[in-house]
């Protein structure tokens, strides 16, 4: 329950860097007394919050598994943002985040929807909503997620649309098991990455260990290529489970990815840049499921290698339209794809990958309204699981086949041992299309009409409570005029938020998190899912656009950015359209680049926006793969404002300097100076330089 205040002026600058005293802890903590605030300007749970977060952060897809049918980025905690909602219910009974609603009457915006989570939490409690972005994947998940629909009919269109993918792609992903040659459906395929050195071809992969089994382990010769289970603690209980029989392992030695150099030549491996990238890559081990047999490992069979090059030559014939269409531009993430000789996005999918997504786009067809928008996102997601780009980290004894999928580290990752999965697998596995309906829509719309919400006791344990009454879906409106006219009505409007088709002062909360200046860049990557949903969905959404409009820097600069420029046009129309004595402005932002705070600042102040308070609230695990390891903020700040001169209180006093030893006080501390720096008459050249002398000093000694 953080609040920050100060009886003292603003001091110019040059106190700043000489060496103005640091804020006292109750200088920090201490409570505004404001009559006429609203709740959240004079306090917000924070204990209450981190607890939850704690927990959520672990696995934000099963505690709010609606809002999780689509991939996107850097998504906060649904119950940080459902506590931020709470706190303007205008029934103080109704800001217990247990209680049913709460906000009914009240418009909420968010200008920057990205994963909709401001969305699903402020249509749960009773308010019509308007999310916008420029990017057209945040529309047509919203759209999916939140429009009301029965799961029985989508179960039903789904089994269909699955029995026709099967039957058409099926023999394409079918083996036979070494023990009875009965056929069965592969669940995946690993491949190795062609190398060569002045004196041979090898084939580079993770490690020889394929599964760890209780007591056993399932590994490939380096030399035969031979598959064999070896009995833990004995040395001759050697099992060989399945020798190739096809050209496989015949012309290359295998290698891990450990071995950098040919112990021969002393020429360090390259890698086969001038073909594509899906042909860079062999099969080395073939994972499937015998009805009489089990699961089992072989080497790819003739009859194996076969299916791969009838499929290989059927890709010729594939026309997705335009080649140009699916040409990678150089951006900041997908600089990475040109910087390994990655010019299309067709080159990372597999041929069978492809034939898969031709059926699909077919099939498609068939169908209209939201099954057909279902599905379409179904498979657009799916292609996170069914790409070249996919790692393999199955061999641990508790995650057989489970796949590392192209974004877990929010960046392109090219990979040794790839994993080439079975989209159409009819057993439920990892990233095929049973597995994703379950959990991405089953899951997810059965929770929608029955929320659940952790509660944590003193003692630590956990309850989960239902919320009856609650509804996460709502009725799609276009016009601003129909959103008033019930409640839970949803207005989805794609475009630049620069320019929003909304009334002057008509919306009581703008809840949002903006993007995350030039570190998560959603846009460019989000281009791996837009080629191929332009072609799914083509009458959903408009396709296409310019990634440079969106609001993320390329790189930290010291003049104006487009960060700055966008956000600051965002924020300008936030004013604009945000009620202007009882509205607020809330969104979670952390940093460590001064740069970023300085650009954020900036924004603010040129849209005239006072900060009213900030509170600190735990947001990353440690252990999350994208910032394990590193010296990463697992905080938020949590940031409340109003329209200059609308109930804003005494100034914020400034620091001396800002810690980053501590995630939660370096959040804390640039919560205080941003409300500071909003209130101060600083340039916008002072501005960045307060930033980078705070932060900066933070860092000594």
């Not at 300097?657 to 941003?674: M, P, Y």
Request: charged fraction near 25%; glycine fraction near 6%.
């Amino acid at each position: 329950m953080t609040e920050y205040s100060s009886s003292k002026k603003i001091k110019p600058l040059s106190d700043v860097v000489s060496g103005v005293r640091q804020l006292t802890l109750d200088e920090l903590i201490r409570p505004r007394q404001t009559e006429h605030s609203l709740s959240i300007d004079r306090a917000f749970p924070e204990e209450f919050v981190n607890d939850l977060s704690r927990q959520e952060v672990f696995n934000k897809h099963l505690f709010r598994p609606n809002t999780y049918l689509h991939k996107w980025w850097a998504r906060r905690c649904g119950s940080t943002f459902r506590t931020i909602l709470k706190q303007f219910a205008a029934n103080r009974e109704y800001r217990d985040y247990y209680a049913s609603g709460g906000l009914e009457g009240l418009t909420v915006l968010d200008p920057m929807m990205g994963g909709g989570t401001t969305l699903h939490e402020a249509i749960r409690l009773g308010a019509n909503v308007i999310g916008a972005d420029i990017d057209p994947i945040p529309i047509v998940q919203a759209r999916a997620s939140l429009t009301q629909v029965e799961l029985t009919g989508l179960r039903a269109a789904f089994n269909r649309f699955f029995a026709d993918l099967h039957s058409s792609l099926g023999p394409y992903f079918q083996t036979e098991c070494p023990v009875c040659e009965q056929t069965a459906d592969i669940q995946y395929v690993l491949h190795g990455l062609r190398k060569k050195c002045a004196c041979r071809n090898v084939v580079q992969i993770d490690q020889y260990d394929l599964r760890h089994e209780d007591d056993a382990k399932i590994s490939i010769c380096p030399e035969s290529w031979e598959i064999y289970r070896k009995q833990n603690g004995q040395q001759a209980a050697v099992e060989t489970l399945s020798s190739p029989t096809g050209t496989v392992g015949a012309t290359a030695n295998l290698i891990t990815k450990a071995e950098k150099e040919c112990p021969s030549c002393g020429q360090k491996y390259e890698e086969l840049l001038d073909v594509p990238l899906y042909a860079r890559y062999t099969p080395i081990a073939i994972v499937a499921a015998c009805p009489e047999h089990g699961s089992f490992f072989r080497s790819p069979s003739k009859a194996d290698l076969m299916r791969i090059k009838r499929a290989d030559e059927r890709r010729s014939e594939l026309d997705f339209g335009p080649l140009e269409d699916f040409r990678v531009h150089d951006g900041p993430k997908s600089g990475d794809l040109l910087r390994h000789h990655v010019r299309s996005y067709l080159d990372v999918f597999s041929s069978r990958q492809l034939l898969y997504l031709q059926q699909a786009i077919r099939q498609l067809r068939d169908y209209e309204g939201m099954d057909r928008l279902t599905l379409g996102m179904l498979v657009s997601t799916s292609l996170e699981f069914n790409a070249m780009l996919c790692g393999y980290k199955g061999w641990y004894k508790r995650r057989p086949g489970a796949i590392r999928h192209v974004f877990a580290l929010h960046a392109y990752s090219f990979q040794y041992t790839v994993l080439e999965n079975n989209p159409v697998n009819p057993r439920k596995s990892s990233g095929n299309l049973q597995l994703l309906f379950r959990d991405r829509i089953e899951r997810g719309r059965k929770w929608s009409v029955l929320p659940v919400e952790r509660k944590i006791e003193k003692d630590g344990k956990r309850e989960l409570v239902k919320i009856p009454g609650e509804f996460d879906d709502g009725v799609e409106v276009f016009t601003q005029a129909e959103l008033v006219h019930d409640r839970s009505r949803f207005w989805l409007i794609q475009g630049d938020s620069q320019s929003l088709p909304l009334d002057d002062h008509s919306v009581d909360v703008i809840a949002t998190d903006p993007p995350y200046y030039d570190s998560v860049q959603y846009s460019n990557l989000a281009a791996f899912f837009r080629v191929w949903l332009k072609r799914l969905l083509p009458d959903e959404a408009k396709w296409n656009y310019d990634e440079s409009d969106s609001a993320v820097a390329t790189k930290a600069t010291a003049g104006t950015s487009n960060f700055m420029r966008v956000l600051a046009g965002i924020f300008a129309e936030c004013g604009r359209v945000l009620k202007k004595q009882t509205g607020r402005m809330v969104f979670t932002f952390h940093h460590w680049d001064p740069g970023a705070w300085a650009e954020l600042t900036l924004a603010l102040k040129s849209a005239e926006f006072r900060l009213m308070n900030a509170y600190v609230v735990y947001s990353e695990h440690p252990i999350s793969v994208h910032i394990r390891n590193l010296n990463s903020i697992r905080h938020d700040s949590v940031l409340v404002f109003a329209l200059d001169g609308k109930g804003s209180s005494t100034p914020w006093t400034p620091l001396d300097a800002i810690d980053t030893n501590d995630s939660e006080t370096f959040c804390r501390q640039c919560g205080a100076t941003l409300g500071w720096l909003l209130e101060s008459a600083f340039s916008p050249a002072e501005i960045r330089a307060a930033w980078k002398k705070l932060i900066r000093d933070g860092t000594d000694g």
